[in-house]
């Protein structure tokens, strides 16, 4: 029995290189998480000691060019979060984190003195950075962000609370989307700064090998120059979360893949009634559903990734990507469970770690139903994310 679901020969439509990238980050994710992604998860450990291998791996800010950053193309990019995620959706977030949130704040909206004083150090992984948006109150709705910065003479003074920061206790560096009397910018704010302060959020039910915090700012005085000149209204974060989303649609299959493999391998030697469970109709149904839609996953993902390299992608063609293949993604990690039956609950199986883990990934960057939404007004032309009376 193959590990690889491979029905469509989708490696038929990758070249050498791109798939040569994908072999050295797998080879990177068996060698260096698999053996240990169960006990992080479990003691709630995001392993920092792996940040400067990922930067080795070229896999910080992979996409950018110039700057020191690896200036990859989509799809490698793609295909790098897919095995990433297979290790773990926290260690894919940290990338996309990192790498398609806070290095593409500054690479799209930084002036050439903050690109050439951050992303050369992002990209080494000597610096992290982390990208508040999301507020206690603001969470779907970024336009309703109370954290303001006023003006005073040369500098700004941040004060606000922010929610759910990945990294942002770990960080060096925060990028801060606020209100101003001009509308919403955005602030490089070393986390050093008297009256910045980060606390990881704990327990969690999920995303437990990585970090997200609250973030509290009073009185947090920034100079001018930290302020990312050619951010202007909320379509700056918004142009960042393209970025993060597009990963997201190929990272989640990584999950779903891992969780197929772990079933199906499961399934082949798991004895019951004289039989392999994978001899029965009923866990080859199974199987052959989960199969499927990674196929479709992968393809989704990579017309994206062909588009994105082509500079052709739209808005709404990553919702279709972040919200049909993280929900077949779940679907996939929950069924996998089952194939596993009591033991499908131990932390020594994967799949119920990917489905928890996926719960996030529904949640952040745009829920299942603000996708729902965006793909509902692109096809009707009416937006229903807000009253009209
Ligand atoms: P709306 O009025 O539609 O737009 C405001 C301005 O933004 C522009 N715009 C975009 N620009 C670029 N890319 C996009 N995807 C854009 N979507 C909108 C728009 O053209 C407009 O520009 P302008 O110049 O005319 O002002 O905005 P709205 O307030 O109605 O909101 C729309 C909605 C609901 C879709 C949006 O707010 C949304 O996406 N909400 C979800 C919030 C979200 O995703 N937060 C993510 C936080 S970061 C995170 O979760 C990190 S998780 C860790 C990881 O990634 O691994
Ligand atoms: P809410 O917006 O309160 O939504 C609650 C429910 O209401 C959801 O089901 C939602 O879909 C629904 N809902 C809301 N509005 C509508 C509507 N118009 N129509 C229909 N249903 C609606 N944020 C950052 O800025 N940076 C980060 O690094 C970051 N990392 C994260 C990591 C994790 C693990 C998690 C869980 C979150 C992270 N977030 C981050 C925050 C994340 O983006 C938000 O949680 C997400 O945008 C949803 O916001 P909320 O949690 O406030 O939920």
Known sequence: MTAVPDLLDFDGLLSPDEIAMRTRVRAFVDERVRPHIADWYDRAVFPATLVPELAELGVLGMHLTGYGCPGRSAVEYGLAAMELEAGDSGLRTFVSVQGSLAMSAIHKHGSEDQKNRWLPAMARGEVIGCFGLTEPGSGSDPSSMTTFARRVGDEWVLNGSKRWIGLASIAQVAVIWAQTDEGVRGFLVETDTPGFAATPIAPKMSMRASIQCDIELRDVRVPESAR??????????????????????????????????????????????????????????????????????QLVALRLGRLKDTGELSP???????LANTRAAIAIAREARTVLGGNGVSAEYSPMRHAANLESVRTYEGTDEIHTLILGAHITGIQAFRSTT
């Open 228 to 297: 990312l000149p050619e951010a202007r209204g909320l379509r700056a974060p918004f142009s960042c979360l393209n970025e993060a989303r597009y990963g997201i649609g190929w990272g989640v299959i990584g999950a779903a893949r891992d969780s197929y493999e772990t079933a199906l391998r499961y399934a082949g030697e798991r004895m019951q009634f004289n039989q392999p469970i994978a001899g029965f109709q009923l866990t080859q149904q199974k199987l052959v559903d989960m199969a499927l839609e990674i196929e479709k996953a």
């Open 316 to 322: 709404h063609q990553i919702s279709v990507a972040k």
